[in-house]
């Protein structure tokens, strides 16, 4: 049974960049597509992005300046890293894996959405 | 601001009927399918239906998804107790080279 762990800091200062591992169990990383998703305190859901362990990355536009996504298939991890953080970037941060892949005629490319999830970490921005 | 558009609340009583509506535009539910996600507090999102109209293995018949133009809708029939949580619409948008789109959730009483 895939089972995802996201790990990391639980605070983050201003400015500083935030950096969280996903552990993947019970499956290789070496196949899908994997997301991040994150939901700040009483709020709704925010997509993030998505990684493939050949490289390939599709970001938010409103965070692809300061998102990068890469997986450790040796490790069977993930890691997200979020630069110039603030206060706004504080939230649960979720991995997950993102195998259902549908076509989208309007943009001729794939898309993937997240089927199983981690449990989630949650991350405050302070000093 | 969410791109779908969400109540932010909906209710009913044991055994009756909801839907939940989940309105956006040509770029997302116009063009692509539909995504449900159904969330009780302080845990992970689940994937309720997906592609639209189809339910991964487990979700009960109960739960059924549609589309119409530039909305979409989540049915739940025979409303229980359990089904009291937050649920979220999700599209791909074609804008912008491509991204997902969320709505602001739908928080779902028995009341």
């Known amino acids: 049974q895939l089972q995802l762990q996201e790990s990391g800091p639980g605070l983050v200062k201003p400015s500083e960049t935030l950096s969280l591992t996903c552990s993947v169990s019970g499956g290789p990383t070496n196949t899908f597509y994997w997301s991040w998703v994150r939901q700040p305190p009483g709020k709704g859901l925010e997509w993030i992005g998505f990684v493939h362990y050949g490289g390939t990355t599709k970001y938010n536009p409103a965070l692809q300046s300061r998102v990068s996504m890469s997986i450790d298939t040796s490790r069977n991890q993930l890691s997200l890293h979020l630069k110039s953080v603030t206060a706004a970037d504080s939230a649960t941060y979720y991995c997950?894996?993102?195998?259902?892949?549908?076509?989208?005629?309007?943009?001729?490319?794939?898309?993937?959405?997240?089927?199983?999830w981690g449990q989630g970490i949650t991350v405050t921005v302070s000093s | 601001q969410s791109v779908l558009t969400q109540p932010p609340s909906a209710s009913g009583t044991p055994g009756q009927p909801i839907t939940i509506s989940c309105s956006g535009g040509s770029s997302n539910i116009g063009s692509n399918h539909v995504f449900w996600y159904q969330q009780f507090p302080g845990t992970a999102p689940k994937l309720l239906i997906y592609r639209t109209t189809q339910r991964p293995s487990g979700v009960p018949d109960r739960f059924s998804g549609s589309k119409s133009g530039t909305s979409a809708s989540l049915a739940i029939t025979g409303l229980r107790s359990e089904d009291e949580a937050d649920y979220y619409c999700a599209a791909w948008d074609d804008t912008l080279s491509g991204f997902w789109v969320l709505g602001g959730g739908t928080k779902v009483t028995v009341l």
């Open positions: 997950a894996r993102a195998s259902v892949q549908e076509f989208s005629r309007g943009g001729g490319a794939f898309y993937y959405a997240s089927d199983v």
